[in-house]
């Protein structure tokens, strides 16, 4: 158990960076834990499976750039693998006057992102989805599409093994002990660690010196299914969002095999994997997390307690049903009744801003790196985001004479450095 890269985390970053890892050290050894039997048994198999498309972020930010690029990686990478893509686009619809002015930011941040949009009129609207609202006018996405989020976890997978990326799946992190990595199937020796942990970056982060002022504060998001059999919505349709939040509100979906869902919500949960009752309860965790969003309730930069509550709200199905009426027309209680599966969103807290992280976050030095925050459209990013890791991962490694395997982990990492 001595590879030379050791990544903790079998979703779709850490299978990315895996494989990306292999590329660049084609003569290196590369090993993969993940404690779950696949990659898809958390957020990158659980998300909405929208590719998006890279307008909503500014343009100096790393999403910006790794979601553009992303969404036609990932197009491309779905067209040649035969994977099910439906590539029917998204609108954004104003909801009311005041809204169209942050229409027209959303506009020009796509321009400035090189990312292909169209302004329209409320009637081309309808032409496009008959049965969209809007306020005077929308913007139309083309390059906006949905997959199956599992079934592209599981032909990442495959391409990881076939590269030579060795996969220990249902082998738990556990902690680090005199340089040796611990796991429940035995202890591992690598020459480099890479923690694409998700839920758990920041916690196993610490383990190496890093994430100091950085928590993962997790939310719960739900998706209504539509049991519509006539004239089902064809297209995603989104309200402008307020820009200053991360989540961008509840919202049509079409699935690639063109079923429509209702959501997410954005539910503070209470522990890192509470998915269904008390399912995963960790009380360490329960304790942490009420402690912090009772802290965010009363100093908060942004408006915590109001953002819980709306979220609390929605897991009332009349609520989060009434919130889609206004994009759509025809929207009727009855024919929303399954809630789909559960999924987590791993956001980072800074506690110290007391601020949710809007862009990705990542810290390491010489003997390991720490994705930290992989937030949505981390799934859509994924592969250019996983070069920019390991271009970042290389530059390390070269300055460094020694060949691998290059340092024994510990905890003796300087603070503070990488980021």
């Known amino acids: 158990m001595t590879p030379d890269f050791l990544v903790v985390g079998g979703g779709i970053i850490g299978i990315n960076i895996a494989n990306e890892l292999k590329r660049r050290f084609a003569d290196a050894s590369v090993h993969l834990i993940e404690k779950e039997k696949s990659g898809a048994e958390h957020s990158s198999g659980r998300n909405s499976g929208v590719l998006h498309a890279g307008f909503y972020y500014s343009a100096d930010s790393l999403k910006a750039r790794f979601t ?51 302004e329209i009129t409320e009637d081309e609207a309808k032409k496009i989805e008959p049965r969209a609202i809007t306020v005077q006018r929308a913007i139309f996405s083309p390059s906006t599409s949905s997959v199956d989020p599992e079934t592209v976890v ?33 202890k591992f020796n ?29 939310f719960k998001g739900l998706y209504l299914y539509s049991d519509e059999t006539e004239h089902p919505i064809r297209t995603n349709i989104y309200p402008v969002p307020d820009l200053r939040n991360p989540f961008l509100g509840v ?38 997390i009420v402690i912090r969003q009772i802290g965010l309730v009363t100093y908060s930069q942004f408006d915590f307690k109001k953002l819980a509550v709306e979220e609390l709200r929605k897991y009332f199905r ?23 599966r559960p999924g987590i969103r791993a956001q980072l807290l800074n506690i110290e801003t007391k601020q ?8 390491g030095d ?8 992989a937030v949505s459209p981390g799934f859509t990013c994924s592969i250019p985001f996983s070069r920019y890791v390991c271009e970042r991962i290389e530059n390390i490694v070269n300055r460094n004479p020694s060949p691998l395997p290059l340092y024994p982990l510990g905890h003796t990492s300087p603070k503070g450095r990488g980021g």
């Open 68 to 118: 553009r690029d992303g969404n036609r990686l990932l197009t491309d990478y779905c067209i040649e693998k035969k994977i099910p893509l439906n590539r029917c686009g998204k609108l954004v619809v104003a909801q009311k006057e005041a809204d169209l002015t942050y229409l027209d930011e959303l506009l020009r941040r796509g321009k400035k992102n090189g990312v292909e949009l169209q």
């Open 154 to 186: 599981h032909a990442m997978q495959q391409d990881a093994k076939a590269n030579g990326v060795v996969f220990h799946h249902g082998t738990t992190y556990l902690g680090v002990s005199n340089g040796s990595v611990l796991t429940n199937r035995g």
């Open 190 to 218: 690598p020459g480099y660690l890479v923690n694409a942990a998700g839920l758990y970056a920041d916690k196993l982060a610490r383990d190496f010196g890093f994430s100091e002022k950085y928590r993962v504060l997790p």
């Open 251 to 288: 919202h049509f979906t079409v699935t690639a095999d063109g079923h429509v869902k209702i959501g997410p919500t954005a539910i503070p949960a209470f522990w890192r994997e509470q998915y269904q009752g008390f399912d995963n309860f960790r009380f360490d965790e329960l304790v942490d």
């Open 318 to 340: 009349p609520r989060l049903i009434g919130l889609a009426k206004s994009l759509a027309s025809g929207i009727h209680n009855t024919d929303y009744r399954r809630w789909g």
């Open 356 to 363: 949710l992280e809007m862009d990705y976050v990542l810290e």
């Open 366 to 373: 010489e003997k390991s790196f720490h994705v930290l925050n």
